[in-house]
């Protein structure tokens, strides 16, 4: 087996590398979250280990690819219009700027660019626990033009992630159930909302879903007492949800994802 090349691509946010023939068919690829080298033909084993050896770091598992799951079944049925694993995050403002760039205002920018900054930096951070076990959507559209920012399902259940600009790092934020104030600016009910995306996306996924107010780049946060329901988060906190767990087995994640990602759970809520 001669000619072999190694390709990086992408598959469900996972970086691989693909081991091509010269015409272009895969013979393997790589897998550098889980270090395992699926062989797609029998015979190769050694020539396809040479062409990866100077990408490859750290033992590997070579053997056939992994007998795909309900969910991966699932997920090949979709018609791509309604599977939203490839949103982006923000892809509802990267569509909505698209449309209408607006025009450039001289002395503060375009709110829905600052939204769009905000909902990308905490897509990053979330997408980050695709590595422990959790499932991540983003931009899930809504009837009547609404939109959640992140979906969150893994072992510490289903979490709605409302992801909210609070500033450069300097402004406080006042939290006074169901208020919130970023600054000097007009206090805002994003709890209230927060709780009532929550509750639509526990009608659409059939579980128990719990709101997350994600605020992005906050100074000082006072927030309200008794605040119980709602999880006030900051993005350099999202790796204390690695350690959350209990609550949904390995099954019943790539259910629920299965379930979530397909643009038709959502159009009864």
């Not at 906050?218 to 906190?237: K, S, T």
Request: net charge positive; charged share 25%.
């Amino acid at each position: 087996m001669t000619g072999l090349r190694v390709v990086p691509a992408r598959h469900r946010g996972q970086e691989r590398l693909y081991v091509n023939l010269p015409d272009g068919r895969s013979v393997a690829w790589y897998d550098r979250e889980t270090g395992r080298v699926s062989l797609l033909t029998a015979g190769g084993e050694r020539d396809v280990l040479a062409a990866l050896a100077p990408f490859v770091t750290g033992p590997v598992t070579v053997g056939p690819p992994p007998v795909p799951t309900v969910a991966d079944l699932a997920g090949l049925a979709l018609p791509p219009d309604d599977d939203l694993a490839p949103n982006r995050p923000g892809e509802a403002l990267h569509a909505e700027l698209a449309a209408d760039p607006g025009l450039p205002h001289r002395f503060r920018g375009d709110p829905r660019r600052v939204a769009l900054a905000a909902q990308q930096l905490m897509g990053e951070e979330l997408d980050r626990l695709e590595g422990v076990g959790w499932r991540v959507l983003h931009s899930v559209p809504l009837p009547g033009a609404a939109c959640l920012s992140h979906l969150l399902i893994g072992p510490g259940g289903v979490l709605n992630v409302r992801t909210l600009h609070a500033g450069n790092g300097r402004q406080r934020v006042r939290i006074s159930d169901p208020l919130v104030q970023v600054g000097r600016a007009e206090p805002l009910p994003q709890l209230r909302w927060a709780r009532r995306e929550a509750e639509r996306a526990s009608l659409a996924v059939a579980v128990a879903v719990r709101p997350v107010l994600a605020l992005v780049g906050a100074g000082r946060v006072d927030p309200a007492p008794l605040l119980r329901d709602v999880w006030i988060l900051r993005e350099h906190e999202v790796p204390e949800l690695a350690g959350s767990a209990g609550v949904l087995k390995p099954a019943d994640i790539e259910a629920l994802y299965a379930s979530a990602r397909d643009r038709r759970t959502w159009l009864r809520v």
